[in-house]
T-cell receptor, first 116, second 109 residues
């Protein structure tokens, strides 16, 4: 597709379950970002990939959060042993820019996670 | 976002002009973005400023003053469909984007 695609759009998990959220960036976009957005808040940075390399994971809230992009295209954000505070929308964004001048971010529609 | 300050909510009338202000910390500054986000949807790009001055794009304009760490988004001839959250985002360094909490704009008939 032409845009950033995320799945699932909605996920309900019981506390303690593991979840995996998928992101398909725009073809050819080198940079990929994961953000967490709580209700009424702006997106908060989680992690950044340049191709398959995870250059920054400083925003991941705990070691229960793990992200990968093994072939430099599709990325997966995994959350182990989910907690209620993990409930949020997880946004994926991709960009042509690899550094230097900042580039426009193209966002997916997000995966809304609800932990019961 | 701890580095970004913008009003939480604004209300304006259809056909009017509204200005949404944003202040940011200037260290490592590499550009200022504005995004529009309708409820339940993805943020979409509106504008990008890296040099001082005004960038105009149709009904939307964005202004930047780097020395003051200040930007604003100006929306003219407001339409009902402009009701959305407007996110100010600072680019720091080579890839980091810091978002504000967003300004929720309500356009009234």
């Amino acid at each position: 597709g032409a845009g950033v695609s995320q799945s699932p759009r909605y996920k309900v998990a019981k506390r303690g379950q593991d979840v995996a959220l998928r992101c398909d960036p725009i073809s050819g976009h080198v940079s990929l970002f994961w953000y967490q957005q709580a209700l009424g808040q702006g997106p908060e940075f989680l992690t950044y990939f340049q191709n398959e390399a995870q250059l920054d994971k400083s925003g991941l809230p705990s070691d229960r959060f793990f992200a990968e992009r093994p072939e430099g295209s599709v990325s997966t954000l995994k959350i182990q042993r989910t907690q209620q505070e993990d409930s949020a929308v997880y946004l994926c964004a991709s960009s042509l820019s690899t550094g230097g001048a900042a580039g426009e971010l193209f966002f997916g529609e997000g995966s809304r996670l609800t932990v019961l | 976002g701890q580095n970004i300050d913008q009003p939480t909510e604004m209300t304006a009338t259809e056909g009017a002009i509204v200005q949404i202000n944003c202040t940011y910390q200037t260290s490592g500054f590499n550009g200022l973005f504005w995004y529009q986000q309708h409820a339940g949807e993805a943020p979409t790009f509106l504008s990008y400023n890296v040099l001082d001055g005004l960038e105009e794009k149709g009904r939307f304009s964005s202004f930047l003053s780097r020395s003051k760490g200040y930007s604003y988004l100006l929306l003219k001839e407001l339409q009902m469909k402009d009701s959305a959250s407007y996110l100010c985002a600072e680019s720091e360094g080579t890839y980091k984007y810091i978002f504000g909490t967003g300004t929720r704009l309500k356009v009234l008939a």
